[in-house]
C-alpha cells in the first residue's frame, strides 16, 4: 500500500518543521500508524543545509521525549510530486511554496495552524531570534496541531 507523504516546511528547516515532523512521527508511532506514512522536512531559504535542527529546538523536543534527528535541506519541485500534502507554517512560507508550485504535482498545500483548534493568526511564530519561550510555544502549537492533522488524515485514508 502506497505511503501518504507529509512534508513540513518552514524557511530555515532548523526550528519550525523539524520539530513538526519529530512530533508528527512520535504522535504517529504511538498511534501504530508510522508504517503508513513518509513523513520529511525542508526549508524555502536553503540557508542552512546540512545542518542539524537548531540546538534550542532539539533541547525542548527532547524534554518531552521527542527527537529531532533530521537534517536541513531545501524544498524543491520534486516535493511537490513525492508527496501528498505540503504543511506550511506561516503564510510567508505558504507564498513561497507555491511561488515553487507549477501545480502539476499531487500536493495539497495547506496551513499548519488551519488543524490548531486555537489557531491565533494562524502563523506558528518563528522562534530563532528569541528566547527559551519562543521554542516551547512552537512545541505546544505544534503538539496540539499535529494531533488534529493525524486525525484528519486517518479519517481521510481510512486508517
Ligand atoms: P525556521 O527558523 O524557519 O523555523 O527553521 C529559522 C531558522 C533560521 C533563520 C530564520 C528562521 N535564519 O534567518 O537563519
Known sequence: MDKIGVLFVCLGNICRSPMAEGLFIH?????????????DSA???????GEKADSR?????????VNLPSRSRKLEVAD????DYIIAMDKYNLQDIQTLNTGEGKAQVLMMRKFDPRPGNYSVP???YGGDAGFEEVYQILNRSNENLLSYLTKEHSL
Open 43 to 49: 526549508g524555502t531559504s536553503g540557508h542552512h543545509i
Open 57 to 65: 529546538m532539539r533541547r525542548t523536543a527532547q524534554s518531552y521525549g
Open 27 to 39: 504522535q504517529a508511532e504511538q498511534s501504530g500508524l508510522l508504517q503508513r506514512f513518509h513523513i
Open 80 to 83: 511537490f510530486e513525492a508527496f
Open 126 to 128: 518563528d522562534p530563532y
